[in-house]
């Protein structure tokens, strides 16, 4: 894991490379204020302020208090705008400039520490990366707890990253129950895990999605509780789907191709309740991750078999690939009995929210207007953006059975992240908020600070929701 905390270090007035911001809505007036040989290098470089460029350009000889004193080069970034600078302003400097110290110029650093840092976080796990020099710090005022957030949120995405980015032969079922036993260890939670054939009384569907896999990775439900009794409960659930084949409703091999990430929505979820207990958020934590690999064997879940649930529904299986919901369902009622204040959960659960809203967008369905609001107002703050769709009631029909109480999976194609939804919510308590996030933890382009492969998206806005609503 990077030491992110290398990254950042206190303004002492040590020498640094300056670096000084500009947007292109104010790049020609910062370029008419710099010397001939200054704009002649800005303008065969072709920089013009636009957004994740920079151009670098000899030291200036200050004087007096000037820092950037015996510095051998100084950066001009662009930015998309130099009045607020975002989370991801910094980005590209972090991942690409040379070894050494830097400071900003004439600008704050306090909204763009966490590109910075997670721009020179890589997932080198199995191939030797071309090697850097070293890291680039920036040199920050005393806002030490803006750092120590910055820290704790580059951290936590990077868990995402790396958990979503490593194969499913190094992260089944047994390695996301190591991963949440060591944050329970690290920060006095407690564990429970229920795992193998124990499951089927009890969460009779995660049992029914994972038994396929039983010899090799048996299914669990693990547990955390964290906090104090008498603050606000809150739960948090991830899917956990270490792989997923599709069951005997089986994905071709192009499905599969990605599909070690379809515990993208476990990763989400670990990583928010870290942020949760290293920030000593004051509530009562109730993590649940439902940990399973669909696969094909002789007793594997077919089409036409009716599942029990916790809650007491019956299911009749209509897709075996439409596995995510069903583990779900299971921890939603055992989330509920312990009446927490809200309920969030993670999962990389339809392709139809990919077609509705692409990859970068999260679709969150919300049963609470106050709640739904609160997170699209995080997500925008954070430049970490969620796409509100709708919990249409109208739709609920196509979950209707004529044996069961219930299908998995809607048939004729329509609206299959929303009708996803609406059988996640027959498993929620009516008086509890709920938000569900289709997340696709998976970025197929790189952007500044996002390589492809395994991505955080709706992390840091449900942290930010979750700090302005029980935060102290």
Same mark, same amino acid.
């Given at each position: ?15 640094? $490379? ?28 072709? !920089? ?20 950037? *004193?015996?510095?051998?080069?100084? *950066? ?28 900003? +110029? ?6 763009? &520490?966490?590109?910075? &840092? ?18 680039? /710090? ?7 707890? #803006? #750092? ?6 580059? +951290? ?23 991963? *949440? ?11 429970? /895990? ?48 270490? !792989? ?5 409703? @089986?994905?071709?091999? %192009? ?54 649930? $916790? ?37 990389? =659960? ?13 679709? @969150? ?5 106050? @709640?739904?609001?609160? &997170?699209?107002?995080?997500?925008? %703050? ?6 509100? @769709?709708? =919990? ?31 059988? &996640? ?6 008086? *509890?908020?709920?938000?569900? !996030? ?11 600070? $996002? ?12 942290? $930010?929701?979750? #700090?302005?609503? !029980?935060?102290?």
């Amino acid at each position: 894991m990077t030491d992110f905390n290398a990254l950042i270090a206190a303004d002492t007035g040590q020498t640094a $490379r300056s670096i000084r911001i500009v947007d292109a809505a104010h790049f020609e007036e910062w370029l008419k204020d710099q010397p001939d040989t200054t704009r002649a290098m800005v303008r065969a470089a072709q !920089f013009s302020g636009s957004a994740d460029t920079h151009v670098l350009l000899p030291a200036t000889a200050g004087t007096g208090d000037d820092k950037s *004193v015996a510095a051998d080069f100084r *950066v001009v970034a662009g930015v998309a705008s130099q009045e607020r600078l975002d989370p991801w302003s910094l980005a590209r400097l972090g991942g690409g400039l040379p070894e050494g110290h830097y400071r900003l +110029e004439g600008a704050s650093a306090k909204g763009a &520490l966490f590109g910075w &840092l997670i721009g020179q976080h890589e997932f080198d796990r199995y191939k030797a990366l071309p090697d850097r020099q070293g890291p680039s /710090v920036l040199l920050v005022g005393d806002a030490i707890a #803006q #750092q120590d957030e910055a820290v704790r949120q580059a +951290e936590a995405t990077a868990m995402v990253r790396d958990m979503v980015n490593t194969p499913a032969a190094d992260m089944g079922p047994d390695r996301l129950e190591e991963i *949440v036993e060591k944050l329970a260890d690290k920060h006095g939670a407690e564990l429970k /895990v229920t795992r193998g054939d124990t499951l089927a009384e009890q969460f009779p569907m995660i049992h029914g999605v994972g038994k396929a896999a039983m010899r090799a990775h048996a299914p669990r439900l693990i547990e955390l509780k964290w906090g104090k009794a008498d603050h606000p409960k809150i739960a948090i659930i991830g899917k956990g789907v270490c !792989f997923d084949s599709g069951g005997l409703s @089986m994905k071709t091999g %192009a499905g599969m191709l990605l599909m070690k990430k379809d515990m993208g929505g476990a990763a989400h979820a670990i990583a928010l309740a870290r942020l949760v207990m290293e920030a000593k958020l004051p509530v009562r934590l109730h993590l649940l991750v439902p940990a399973v690999e669909n696969a094909i064997d002789g007793n594997a879940l077919r089409p036409g078999d009716i599942l029990n649930s $916790r809650k007491g529904l019956t299911v009749e299986v209509t897709n075996t690939d439409a596995e995510g919901r069903l583990v779900l369902g299971d921890a939603l009622t055992l989330a509920g009995e312990d009446e927490p204040e809200l309920i969030l959960d993670f999962a990389t =659960l339809t392709g139809a929210a990919r077609v509705a809203l692409g990859p970068d967008l999260p679709a @969150m369905f919300c049963d609470d207007r106050e @709640m739904a609001d609160g &997170l699209l107002r995080a997500g925008e %703050a954070e430049s970490d953006p969620l796409w509100q @769709m709708p =919990l249409w009631s109208g739709y609920d029909s196509m979950l209707s059975s004529p044996i069961a109480d219930c299908v998995n999976s809607a048939s004729g194609g329509f609206a299959g992240c929303i009708t996803a939804a609406l059988f &996640l919510k027959k498993f929620t308590p009516e008086a *509890v908020p709920w938000a569900h !996030f289709d997340t696709f933890a998976w970025r197929p382009t790189a952007k500044p600070g $996002r390589p492809v492969g395994g991505e955080a998206l709706g992390l840091r806005a449900s942290w $930010r929701y979750l #700090q302005g609503r !029980f935060g102290v």
